[in-house]
């Protein structure tokens, strides 16, 4: 389960980069009822409503901390308070100083998965932070660590480099129409591919058409300069026919457009761990609905690869 949703708004340079206002009571239900359903892995990060995701995931996993995987990301400024973004965290000072302040939001004495979350961080940089993630390894304060980045090169620097890096994270949809290079790069040195974006920030739940509009207090409508998939909070129209090409293939055998959506990603490689948030019961049923049906099968992914042109 993604957790960025359940962060409710934070904002950089007074753009939204959540997702709206968000109840926390049902974020709580939300995850209960993941548990319930056999999810145990929860993505979240520090940056994701000022600390206020993992403050609702601690609230929510109390009692259950040995059950589950947590894994969380460091490498923003910001300010709890005004919510605002100022900037990054780029050492080894603040990788210290970002995890003390997630151990105690989190109400844990360890994370399991700590990615840096500096998605074009210079390679001679970020390699100066490998050291300090061992010595948090030896200390007992992380069990692991990985670079969530779109970039192939970065991924392989840590894969080489890091003794203890398990995984990279990447955005990665049926919407990408192929396999990325990072997702290659993953699976040559033996890391986990954690999938950000495996529902393309909801066009792949079928929710969203070309009359839906967004509203600025959500990421998808504030005009952030890398969003691709809504333009002025509208689904672009290229992915909404993407959409419209697959849609009877993700379907197929009384899935749900969500459900075939992640189980192509379990069936295009044995290394994704696809993240969906949600942060509501109905959605998180929905999700977690694909663990029933398992990968698509290997004719399936082939049509859909003759239906996008891959």
Not at 82 to 96: F, M, N, Q, V, Y
Not at 261 to 289: F, H, K, M, Y
Request: contains cysteine; hydrophobic residues 40%; charged residues 25%.
């Amino acid at each position: 389960m993604g957790c960025w949703a359940i962060g409710g708004p934070f904002y950089r340079d007074g753009q939204a980069c959540g997702w709206g206002e968000v109840d926390d009571d049902e974020s709580v239900r939300t995850v209960h009822r993941a548990l319930e359903l056999g999810v145990d892995f929860f993505d979240t990060a520090d940056v994701y409503g000022a600390g206020r995701s993992e403050r609702v995931l601690a609230r929510a996993l109390a009692g259950r901390r040995e059950q589950v995987v947590i894994a969380t990301k460091w490498g923003s400024v910001f300010d709890e308070e005004t919510k605002e973004i100022s900037g990054h965290g780029e050492d080894a000072a603040h990788l210290r100083e970002a995890l003390t302040a997630s151990l105690r939001r989190l109400n844990t004495d360890y994370i399991d998965l700590y990615q840096l979350h500096i998605n074009d961080l210079a390679i001679d940089k970020a390699a100066d932070l490998l050291g300090t993630l061992e010595d948090l390894v030896a200390e007992g304060k992380i069990r692991s660590y990985g670079w969530s980045t779109d970039f192939p090169d970065r991924a392989d620097a840590w894969g080489t480099a890091g003794a203890h890096c398990t995984a990279i994270q990447h955005d990665f949809s049926l919407m990408h129409g192929g396999r990325p290079e990072v997702l290659k790069t993953a699976e040559r040195h033996g890391l986990a591919s954690i999938n950000r974006g495996p529902l393309a920030m909801g066009l792949l739940t079928g929710k969203y058409h070309a009359g839906s509009e967004i509203g600025p207090n959500d990421v998808r409508g504030s005009g952030v300069s890398w969003m691709v998939l809504f333009k002025d909070g509208r689904p672009a129209p290229e992915y909404l026919a993407r959409l419209e090409a697959v849609r009877e293939v993700l379907t197929s055998d009384g899935r749900s457009l969500a459900q075939g959506a992640l189980g192509w990603l379990w069936a295009v490689s044995d290394a994704t761990v696809p993240i969906p948030g949600c942060r509501t019961v109905a959605q998180v049923e929905d999700n977690a609905g694909a663990l029933e049906h398992g990968p698509l099968t290997a004719a399936q992914v082939e049509e859909i690869e003759k239906l996008l042109g891959v």
